[in-house]
């Protein structure tokens, strides 16, 4: 079993405060750091959440988002000095940008981006200014230059040293003009998982993170509406289609396995829309599941 400290980042900076920020605190009281055995290694507490779109950047709440960045960096750089393994609980999607500045600041890492989106829109295409449909596109340097070069570090992840696994919004994304995902970025949508199986999908995707070339490791994103919305309904953005339970574990235990994996952060699910917290309890079987057995 890995050694693992579980920072809560419940920030909704990149979204809107509709629950999103009470994911922490479903999962532990489902019992997720004890199933991990994990320690607490602390919380970075949301900032002001500023409704107005930003004049300059067209981004809700850009600052923020960038202080929030560095101030979940520190914390979860403290727990990768400790020669500890971070799961990072938001929180909505923008705290990757967090997660990966951390890992910036040390070496040349990559991405398995395991979401039902692609996240990669450009301001004046994403309807509310959300950075939670952004990151990506932040992460591999596009954008304002507030987000886009955190530090002066931008990017903070290549192109090349990404794999989206699992999205399935291609359409969507293209009506409302989404700028197209780079050549060099490695993308698997649902439909390519579901012909090759999600065994040999994750396994080919962590060859592509772990190759000649790859840096010192990878994070993995774990956005929960990549789960099929039959049975993750838990979320903002809903959308038909999806992993099952079985293919999510499958992915992440693979992903998990060996030394490639640096951390993990989970966004997205929202426990307002769990009121029995039966969901709850299932993504955290599914995450203790994944981690059972890992060195």
Do not use: K
């Amino acid at each position: 079993m890995r050694d693992v400290a579980i920072v809560e980042a419940p920030s909704v900076l990149g979204l809107r405060p509709t629950g999103v920020e009470e994911l922490p605190e479903a999962l532990l009281a489902a019992g997720l750091a004890e199933g991990l055995g994990a320690v607490r290694a602390g919380r970075v507490e949301p900032l002001a959440y500023d409704p107005e779109r930003d004049p300059d950047t067209g981004v809700l709440n850009p600052d923020g988002i960038a202080a929030y960045s560095v101030a979940l960096a520190d914390a979860v750089s403290a727990v990768l000095d400790d020669g500890r393994f971070p799961v990072v609980l938001g929180g909505d999607c923008s705290v990757l940008l967090g997660n990966l500045l951390a890992l910036r600041r040390r070496d040349r890492h990559g991405l398995l981006f395991l979401d039902g989106h692609t996240d990669f829109y450009q301001p004046s295409a994403e309807p509310a200014g959300e950075a939670a449909s952004m990151e990506l596109a932040l992460a591999t340097g596009r954008g304002p230059r507030v987000l886009a070069d955190l530090e002066g570090r931008g990017p903070l992840v290549r192109d090349e040293d990404v794999v989206a696994l699992g999205f399935r919004d291609t359409e969507e994304s293209a009506a409302y003009g989404m700028q197209p995902l780079p050549s060099a970025l490695h993308a698997m949508e649902l439909d390519t998982v579901r012909a090759l199986g999600a065994a040999e999908s994750v396994r080919r995707a962590v060859g592509l993170l772990t190759g000649d070339g790859a840096g010192a490791g990878y994070w993995i994103h774990l956005d929960v509406d990549v789960l099929d919305d039959a049975v993750m309904p838990a979320v903002d953005y809903r959308l038909p289609g999806g992993l099952s339970w079985q293919e999510l574990e499958t992915v992440l235990r693979t992903a998990l396995s060996g030394d490639g994996a640096v951390g993990l952060d989970v966004a997205i699910f929202n426990p307002r829309l769990d009121p029995d917290g039966s969901i709850a309890q299932r993504l955290t079987e599914c995450l203790l599941g994944s981690f059972d057995g890992q060195g």
